[in-house]
């Protein structure tokens, strides 16, 4: 039986913001890979780098292991790893480096190698799979394991052959989604993730994926694993799932990981229904679009499944904005699906990105007031974002010379030419940020007035922060407009 030791290029550590949040899930997609070799055969283990110091941890574990393959599989459900920070691909090419010095055979498979294939090939890697990869991995290894001389037959692979770049046709994603093993959980030691979220959450958030790919066509958003095509797991293998790790780790909440949770007609009903079915109780939060989340049959289903918060790619509040990002969705939209959730008690959340090519002034204060009028339950800021395989990379890329990756999910660099300097965009994510708290606590301080009778200690607490953020606006207003000047 050959050995194959898994691992991912994430490293908690090594991401700033992400440490000090504190919440992270394990690599979803390393484990279905892990599961499926397993399942034919293969003795599999995982060194996680979630929680490693650094790479040398997971260099350790390649050479107290010396498997015969050395499978580097980053979880393509994490919006993380589609960033392809540079901190983490120096971090992956140490590691291939080594164990290609150690003789193991190494594959990778992630958002950032098929992106930059050759630089990975350079550092060591012997194959780099293309987009959804647990079927070409397995075809791969049992080609490898049989001493075929021959790789070109295996869709979706790069290699080297005679010092040439080798990349055969791309594979077409797997549609029977519940043909793949349940994930490898077994592999995961839970207890730091446990640990982490209790401490600063204070509950435990595990991860599922019901769904792959997307089909919708925002020109910013890049596809490299799943791709545009939507395929879905049925509802009764998910909830044989959930049972499996209600029964293994006492969890207290799911976040579904899908790029668009729930999009199949039916399949919501159909999965409330099996829960109730099997009298299992969950909370949860997904994410969505707003035009998706305007039928109320869907809102009450998804209230009666266990939907606590939906994180809806709001993106901008100005509609010549979306329109540019082909979006595909209204303003109008945005505030009607928003009201509509709060009417079944499920928080709306939203992805706010500025700074995208033609974005004024008068834009930005649209999305502003968007997120004021609307106060969602989390907000989550970015700047825009290019990523190789879009139109919108296509656009700036010549612009990307000196820099086309962040170093972690926090730099918030600006990396093209817009109307303002980047510095005016880290500054306007601060300013928005305190904005929206300030009207946050201005809410919970009517409550006081419009409802005494349900004052508690927490709401007064929210409401007296009102008088702590005004002058705290005040003051990142005035630096946001220092920057503003100097652009």
């Known amino acids: 039986m050959q050995n194959i030791l898994f691992s991912h290029s994430y490293f908690l550590r090594f991401d700033p913001k992400q440490w000090k949040i504190g919440l992270p899930y394990p690599p979803l997609g390393t484990l279905y890979a892990a599961a499926l070799m397993r399942e034919n055969g ?9 929680f490693a110091d650094g790479p040398n941890e997971i260099i350790a574990a390649v050479e107290k292991n010396i498997p015969e393959f050395f499978v580097l599989y980053d979880d393509g459900f994490n919006y993380l790893t589609k960033m392809c920070l540079t901190n983490m691909r120096e971090a992956a090419f140490k590691i291939i480096r080594h164990a290609k010095e150690k003789g193991c055979i190494v594959i990778v498979s992630s958002s950032d190698s098929i992106d930059h294939y050759q630089e990975y090939l350079e550092q060591g890697a012997d194959f780099i799979l293309l987009g959804e990869a647990e079927i ?39 549609k029977d989604l519940d043909s793949l093993p349940l994930p490898a959980w077994d592999l995961i030691d839970i207890g730091p993730y446990r640990n982490s979220w209790i401490k600063n959450a204070g509950y435990f958030s595990i991860n599922l994926a019901t769904t792959r790919g997307c089909p919708f066509k925002c020109n910013w958003c890049a596809k490299p694993i799943y791709g545009n095509r939507y395929n879905s797991r049925s509802p009764e293998n998910v909830v044989q799932e959930i049972k499996l790790l209600k029964e293994k780790f006492l969890f207290g909440h799911i976040w579904f990981c899908d790029d668009i949770f729930g999009l199949k007609p039916g399949w919501v009903r159909d999965f409330a229904n099996c829960l109730e079915k099997e009298n299992l109780e969950i909370k949860f939060k997904i994410q969505c679009r707003a035009d998706l989340l305007l039928q109320e049959n869907f809102i009450s289903d998804l209230a009666r499944a266990g939907c606590e918060n939906i994180w809806m790619g709001a ?42 090519p033609g974005e004024t002034k008068e834009d930005i204060k649209k999305t502003i007031g968007m997120i004021n009028d609307l106060l969602p339950y989390e907000i989550g800021i970015s700047v825009s974002y290019p990523l190789p395989g879009t139109a919108f990379f296509e656009n700036v890329k010549a612009e990307l010379a000196q820099k086309a990756n962040w170093t972690d999910s926090n730099e918030l660099a600006l990396m093209f030419k817009n109307i303002y300097q980047p510095a005016f965009y880290k500054q306007l994510h601060n300013y928005v940020h305190v904005n929206y708290r300030k009207h946050l606590a201005l809410g919970f301080l009517k409550n006081i007035f419009l409802h005494p009778k349900k004052i508690n200690i927490a709401g007064i607490k929210k409401a007296l922060s009102f008088f702590y953020f005004i002058p705290l606006v005040l003051f990142e207003k005035i630096k946001m407009k220092q920057f503003e000047k100097l652009s």
């Open 315 to 356: 993106e901008s509040g100005s509609q010549k904005i979306l329109d540019a990002m082909d979006k595909g969705t209204t303003v109008e939209q945005i505030y009607i699906s928003a009201q509509l959730l709060k009417k079944y008690n499920i928080k709306p959340s939203f992805f706010i990105q500025f700074g995208y």
């Open 42 to 50: 293969y003795h599999v283990s995982l060194a996680d780098s979630m």
């Open 136 to 174: 070409t991995l397995l075809e791969l290894i049992n080609a490898i394991s049989k001493n075929e001389s021959s790789h070109l037959h295996i869709p979706g692979i790069v290699f080297l052959q005679d010092g040439a770049v080798v990349k055969t046709v791309r594979r077409n994603v797997l």
